[in-house]
T-cell receptor
């Protein structure tokens, strides 16, 4: 079945760039997503990319999609302590989302 | 974007009891989804609820355990029946279509 894989932890220093990686299996996914979950909070849609795009930039966020390798990445420029959270990669399968296990990003000052 | 609210935000329940979680959307939507997030885990889809039809359950989830109602285009409920400690999770309501998939704040359930 469909599966989404992510590394579990990433630790960076404030001001550095963070890169969170994800691989997925459903080549028919039309959209791929990045969600952010802060402690005790719900899921916040950060950004998404359409499957026919290679890159999408939105302020400090850059999403790269390698469709051949089914690899998705999220780059956060100038990472701040407020970026500390769990980041979930998700692909759409039919009408619902398949999530990865989430990457915990820890930002130290 | 859709704004989604859920009630209750959290609850502590005794095993063997049932809890009904409400989900309200600020606009009419065709499809609503219920997800479960077990402690330290990712989100797993429980079921898809369309107005006017029976909910469609994912493998591992059954209607007797998780009955769902969808009485109109802005509201849905999920009931967690005959609860056990393994049901302790965050339950999230979601809606959307195409590139827009939005989530409610979640209901944090603890079963003792």
């Amino acid at each position: 079945g469909e599966d989404v894989e992510q590394s579990l932890f990433l630790s960076v220093r404030e001001g550095d760039s963070s890169v969170i990686n994800c691989t997925y299996t459903d080549s028919s996914s039309t959209y791929l997503y990045w969600y952010k979950q802060e402690p005790g909070a719900g899921l916040q849609l950060l950004t998404y990319i359409f499957s026919n795009m290679d890159m999408k930039q939105d302020q400090r966020l850059t999403v790269l999609l390698n469709k051949k390798d089914k690899h998705l990445s999220l780059r956060i420029a100038d990472t701040q302590t407020g970026d500390s959270a769990i980041y979930f990669c998700a692909e759409i399968s039919g009408t619902a989302l398949i999530f990865g296990k989430g990457t915990t990003l820890s930002v130290s000052s | 974007s859709a704004v989604i609210s859920q009630k209750p935000s959290r609850d502590i329940c005794q095993r063997g009891t049932s809890l009904t979680i409400q989900c309200q959307v600020d606009s009419q939507v065709t499809m609503m989804f219920w997800y479960r997030q077990q402690p330290g885990q990712s989100l797993t889809l429980i079921a898809t609820a369309n107005q006017g039809s029976e909910a469609t359950y994912e493998s591992g989830f059954v209607i007797d355990k998780f009955p769902i109602s969808r009485p109109n285009l802005t509201f849905s409920t999920l009931t967690v029946s005959n609860m056990s400690p393994e049901d302790s999770s965050i339950y999230l309501c979601s809606t959307g279509g195409g590139h827009e998939q939005y989530f409610g704040p979640g209901t944090r359930l603890t079963v003792t």
